[in-house]
């Protein structure tokens, strides 16, 4: 069955630095497209990056672009978020979720989440 | 820019049918989503393109839509479908958005 488990979370001061991880299992990781979406404590979802199959293209959400960068290994069948910079506004539990369109076929929406990982930005 | 409006609540008791609704001006051009969210637990999809249900989804959920409305109907709700339900569709860019979710209390 799928799996996906993200780690790296933890508390972080305003302007420094965390990775993200998700470790994929239970499907070809390397075939489908796989998103970051975060949610603030009490608060809705909000999308933040997506990145093609083959890690080509890579796509954010306005206000963490140019301070987040997606990547993946499918080596290690393993998806990755590189945060810097980080703001107070950046506290939040970050999902890695899988989207359902494969082989180039992103569909933008998400058929399986992990558990979540909580990034807290304080000084 | 584009938003998905939807109440911030809906209470039914057990065996009604409760109705939630997300209203969006993008929606007759994109399809909606809907995801549940249990207390203290990752989203689930529960509808996708509009009204189709992922395996292993209860038959008592559908999803319609019909100009900017989409709705998530849930026929003889159980105590146990009590969570918050997103919808979701794309924006202008093609990314995907949000409404700001909707508690369903079933008591």
């Known amino acids: 069955q799928v799996q996906l488990m993200e780690s790296g979370g933890g508390v972080a001061q305003p302007g420094r630095s965390l990775r993200l991880s998700c470790a994929a299992s239970g499907f070809t990781f390397s075939a489908y497209a796989m998103h970051w979406v975060r949610q603030a404590p009490g608060k809705g979802l909000e999308w933040v990056a997506v990145?093609?199959?083959?890690?080509?293209?890579?796509y954010y959400t306005d206000s963490v672009r140019g301070r987040f960068t997606i990547s993946r290994d499918n080596s290690k069948n393993t998806l990755y978020l590189q945060v810097n910079s980080l703001r107070d506004e950046d506290t939040a539990v970050y999902y890695c979720a899988k989207d359902p369109g494969d082989y180039g076929d992103v569909r933008y929406y998400f058929d399986y989440w992990g558990q979540g990982t909580l990034v807290t930005v304080s000084s | 820019s584009y938003e998905l409006t939807q109440p911030p609540s809906v209470s039914v008791s057990p065996g009604q049918t409760a109705r939630i609704t997300c209203s969006g001006d993008?929606?007759?051009?994109?399809?909606a989503y809907w995801y549940q969210q249990k207390s203290g637990q990752a989203p689930v999809l529960v509808i996708y393109?509009?009204?189709k249900r992922p395996s292993g989804i209860p038959e008592r959920f559908s999803g319609s839509s019909s100009g900017t409305m989409a709705t998530l109907t849930i026929s003889g709700a159980q105590v146990e479908d009590e969570a918050v339900y997103f919808c979701?569709?794309?924006?202008?860019?093609?990314?995907?958005?949000f409404g700001g979710g909707t508690q369903l209390t079933v008591l």
């Open positions: 993008a929606l007759p051009k994109k399809y």
């Open positions: 979701s569709s794309t924006d202008s860019s093609g990314n995907p958005l």
């Open positions: 393109e509009d009204s």
């Open positions: 990145i093609s199959d083959d890690g080509n293209n890579k």
